[in-house]
């Protein structure tokens, strides 16, 4: 079974410092990966999914099959970024997402 | 992305009783899921909300204690039957758009609180 971890319950980084939100996956396929954020009092949304290979608000995150990872990255973290972040999971063919337990992220001015 | 809504967006409710939580969503989707997050904890799914036909459940979830409708493509309910205080909880409605390799997308969620 597939299986999402997120080492770090909390995290937290002064402004201006690189962050590194860790996740480790388990799956015997190629999956999809993605990640959710939830600022304080707003829905859950996505922030981006590994197939995109995008830049969202200056997070990036690859997709290492090598160490079953897919770390989220910020060179520089803002105030703003404070929030929980969740990595998830997709079978190839399925459609239901594993989330893992979350990070929060403080980023203390 | 498509708009989800949900309602109520928080509920206290005694034991033993029942809540229904609706989820309407500006456009067709393919797939419609229900999620539960427990106080500290992350996302769990409870079930697939089938158009037309019965939810597919997942290990540790029943249909007596958590009956979802789905009567078109756009709207779905879940109940908690029975309710007890085990049952606070946020509850998310999620969606799935048609494109292929369309991600997730979720409501605002359900804070129900059983006293």
């Known amino acids: 079974a597939q299986r999402v971890t997120q080492p770090e319950k909390l995290l937290s980084v002064f402004k201006g410092a690189p962050v590194e939100l860790k996740c480790n996956y388990s799956y015997s396929g190629s999956p999809e990966l993605f990640w959710y954020v939830q600022y304080s009092r707003q829905r859950l949304q996505l922030l981006l999914r590994h197939i995109s290979r995008e830049s969202i608000k200056g997070f990036t995150a690859d997709l290492n099959k090598g160490e079953t990872s897919f770390h989220l990255k910020k060179p520089f973290a803002q105030e703003e970024d404070s929030a929980m972040y969740y990595c998830?999971?997709?079978?190839?063919?399925?459609?239901?997402?594993?989330f893992g337990e979350g990070t929060q992220l403080t980023v203390n001015p | 992305s498509a708009v989800i809504s949900q309602k109520p967006s928080r509920d206290i409710c005694q034991r033993g009783t029942s809540l229904t939580i609706q989820c309407q969503v500006d456009s067709q989707v393919t797939m419609m899921f229900w999620y539960r997050q427990q106080p500290g904890q992350s996302l769990t799914l409870i079930a697939t909300a089938n158009q037309g036909s019965e939810a597919t459940y997942e290990s540790g979830f029943v249909i007596d204690k958590f009956p979802i409708s789905r009567p078109n493509l756009t709207f779905s309910t879940l109940t908690v039957s029975n309710m007890s205080p085990e049952d606070s909880s946020i509850y998310l409605c999620?969606?799935?758009?048609?494109?292929?390799?369309?991600?997730?997308?979720f409501g605002n969620g359900t804070r129900l609180t059983v006293t």
């Open positions: 999620s969606v799935r758009g048609t494109a292929k390799n369309s991600p997730l997308h």
């Open positions: 998830a999971l997709r079978e190839t063919s399925g459609s239901r997402l594993t």
